[in-house]
């Protein structure tokens, strides 16, 4: 399994940036994708995670009315939509996946994710 996130950059405080985690090396019908974040000097933060079959998306509440993740099964890869960033979204953005099985929960401890893409840095300015 392989993914990788893209689309980071420099954004000013109020402004939009959308990131993708292009997924392959295998189906990911039974797998969710998550979005996760680490600040400078801060722990890893859950943001986002959506089942790769589609059904209910789980968001941290620091992101909510704001992000947005859905999927595009044609490319294989899972968005992570960023509205009305603040500059405390700075942040490396990291996608990952595990495995769901027939089950869907929301999933915010990132040992539980298997797989895991570089990070991208998301720098949003004042």
């Known amino acids: 399994v392989q993914l990788q996130a893209s689309g980071g950059g420099l954004v000013q405080a109020g402004g939009s940036q959308r990131l993708s985690c292009a997924a392959s090396g295998r189906t990911f019908n039974r797998y969710a994708i998550a979005w996760f974040r680490q600040a400078p000097g801060k722990e890893r933060d859950f943001v986002a995670s959506k089942r790769w079959s589609g059904g209910l998306s789980y968001y941290a509440d620091f992101v909510k009315g704001r992000f947005t993740i859905y999927r595009d099964t044609f490319k294989n890869t899972m968005y992570l939509q960023m509205n009305s960033l603040k500059p405390e979204d700075t942040a490396i953005y990291y996608c990952?996946?595990?495995?769901?099985?027939?089950?869907?929960?929301?999933?915010?401890?990132?040992?539980?994710?298997?797989?895991w893409g570089q990070g991208t840095l998301v720098t949003v300015s004042s």
């Open positions: 990952a996946a595990r495995y769901t099985g027939n089950s869907w929960y929301k999933e915010d401890s990132d040992v539980k994710y298997d797989y």
